[in-house]
């Protein structure tokens, strides 16, 4: 199972707080925890794995953390921690840092040195996003990344913004991947913060060729599935919106065997079928949805999609689907 998910709301509340202690301390690090809501921790959870590398969202109300050294001699996974701050706000001190971050900041923890945070929610919603990831993974020296231990980096703009916009991507599509994505799904995200950490060091030399090549092409996923319902997103759009050549641009998606046009192609189409297989759109028109994703032209979507799908929009949409726990998809067994 991909995606795990966990709320303080199975067991009564004076057991709450002792339950998200005991649950963070298996799924993320052991910390001392103390929070002003202990008394009913209202708090939910929930985990990607992607292997070595996880993607969780956290809801809390109010968290003070500290990481000890005699926490670290204990038990230390030397692992990092990325946060991306959605509905919070607060306070990390590590490595002689001191910072204050709002809803929209990255930070960079690192379990090998004693840290302590405070948290509080801004909202009833995802208060945070983590990454963890073992240091090993990351493809920048140990030495350089303490140098942004505890330091806010900004998610609304530049390559953090393209990090955040991932995390967030991520976290909400969670339920539709398979096993099989685990690869892609880590290697994007790895290569992404890697970009963005060598950035805010301008250091990016540090990054090998390949590691630079799949941070572009990573953001020029993440630009493509933001603007699919834009009719006017060509492949010279996403080339100048890159400040690449559309011959660069080619030669990237080449390595996968396909162009620009067809990448784009294939994106709305999907889309457009996952909207047919979606029960709780049965009522909107498929002209409606073809136009949603940027088909213009109702005849030609219908054209596309039997030549992709084997058949009509409308006859796929009228297939029997079960209701399944990571996506709908239409049921081998009815389909015989």
Avoid at 142 to 171: C, H, Y
Avoid at 236 to 253: G, M, V
Wanted: glycine share 4%; net charge negative; with cysteine.
């Amino acid at each position: 199972m991909l995606v795990t998910e966990f709320s303080t709301e199975v067991v009564a509340a004076p057991e709450r707080f002792a339950l998200f202690e005991e649950t963070t301390a298996e799924s993320h690090l052991r910390n001392l925890l103390r929070s002003n809501d202990k008394d009913d921790f209202r708090a939910r959870m929930q985990v990607l794995d992607l292997g070595e590398l996880q993607v969780s969202a956290l809801s809390f109300p109010h968290l003070e953390i500290a990481r000890t050294a005699k926490i670290i001699r204990q038990s230390d996974p030397e692992v990092y921690m990325i946060s991306y701050m959605l509905g919070a706000e607060g306070a990390f001190s590590q490595a002689g840092n001191d910072t204050t971050f709002h809803a929209g900041d990255l930070t960079v923890l690192d379990s090998s040195h004693p840290f302590d945070a405070h948290r509080h929610a801004l909202q009833d919603s995802w208060s945070q996003l983590i990454v963890q990831l073992p240091h090993k993974l990351l493809p920048l020296p140990e030495k350089t990344v303490q140098r942004l231990l505890a330091v806010p980096i900004s998610g609304r703009s530049g390559m953090g913004g393209v990090f955040a916009r991932w995390l967030t991507d991520l976290n909400v599509r969670a339920g539709e991947f398979s096993p099989a994505d685990i690869p892609t799904l880590a290697s994007v995200t790895l290569d992404l913060l890697a970009s963005t950490l060598g950035r805010c060091l301008e250091a990016e030399e540090t990054l090998s060729p390949e590691a630079r090549r799949s941070a572009l092409r990573a953001q020029i996923s993440a630009f493509v599935e933001q603007h699919l319902a834009d009719p006017a997103m060509t492949p010279q759009a996403i080339a100048d919106a890159h400040h690449i050549s559309l011959r660069h641009l080619q030669q990237l998606l080449a390595e996968d065997d396909t162009s620009p046009a067809a990448w784009i192609r294939h994106r709305r189409l999907e889309r457009c079928r996952l909207d047919l297989a979606d029960s709780r759109l049965n009522a909107r028109p498929i002209q409606a949805i073809a136009s949603r994703w940027g088909f213009t032209d109702p005849t030609h979507f219908s054209r596309l999609f039997r030549a992709t799908y084997g058949m009509p929009p409308r006859d796929y949409r009228n297939l029997p689907y079960l209701a399944c726990a990571n996506h709908q998809q239409p049921c081998a067994e009815s389909q015989g």
